[in-house]
């Protein structure tokens, strides 16, 4: 079954604790993002690649990093988590850029409390 | 600065009904537009799109309608049912932009309630 898989699902952490947030994709996605969604301001990019390698900023992507050494796997790195940091995360794939290919797929979120 | 905008932040209607969800954009430059649905403690989940070269796109029940000259799209649900309880984002794109990285750039949700 084509998906995008994240873990956990459910995070409660405190402040400065490092923490890694794993998504992973079957669908051999050129293209993966992690989003942030918070009351009032939607869906907001916070770090994409479109490629092995090559990762870029988003929209909001200050005290998040990323890494991409393989096509399936896009973590996301929260060196020193702070309480606005405490969000519902999406992480999403899609084949590539062009109409069609720019669907993206979705994983199932992580919901993430920094106390 | 919100570049696409869906301005009723929830709907209600009766099963059996029609679903019209409105979205605007500012950007001409968007050429790619799609309509994502979300259930609580879900992931969003592509729902149907539309290029710019299109005025109309339709799949079962869902039909999305261009307006571009208007910069407004909408998405129609006929009949609805009480699954279709969801919120509802749009989103759109400029998909040959070669500078770009071509993210979505979403909408902020409606929230549609169908009653049985």
């Known amino acids: 079954e084509a998906q995008v898989t994240q873990n956990p699902r459910y995070l409660i952490t405190v402040t400065g604790k490092k923490l890694t947030v794993t998504c992973s994709q079957n669908?051999?996605?050129?293209?993966m993002s992690w989003y942030r969604q918070d009351p009032g301001l939607g869906l907001r990019q916070i770090y994409y690649?479109?490629?092995?390698?090559?990762?870029d900023k988003g929209d909001v992507p200050e005290g998040y990093k990323v890494s991409r050494k393989e096509k399936r796997n896009f973590p996301l790195i929260l060196e020193s988590p702070s309480p606005n940091q405490t969000s519902l995360y999406f992480c999403a794939s899609s084949l590539g850029v062009g109409p069609a290919k720019n669907i993206q797929y979705f994983g199932a979120g992580t919901r993430l409390s920094v106390l | 600065d919100q570049q696409v905008k869906q301005n009723s932040p929830s709907l209600s209607v009766q099963e059996g009904r029609i679903s019209i969800l409105n979205c605007d954009y500012t950007?001409?430059?968007?050429?790619?537009f799609l309509w994502y649905k979300k259930y609580p403690a879900e992931g969003p989940t592509f729902l149907i799109s539309?290029?710019?070269i299109k005025d109309k796109n339709e799949d079962g029940r869902f039909t999305v309608f261009l307006n571009k000259s208007a910069k407004h799209l909408s998405l129609h649900i006929v009949p609805s049912q009480p699954g279709d309880s969801a919120v509802y984002f749009c989103?759109?794109?400029?998909?040959?932009?070669?500078?770009?990285?071509?993210?979505?750039?979403w909408g902020l949700g409606t929230s549609l309630a169908v009653n049985p």
């Open positions: 950007n001409s430059m968007f050429d790619y």
């Open positions: 690649s479109m490629n092995v390698e090559v990762t």
């Open positions: 989103a759109a794109t400029r998909s040959f932009n070669a500078g770009n990285n071509r993210k979505l750039i």
């Open positions: 669908m051999n996605h050129e293209y």
């Open positions: 539309i290029s710019s």
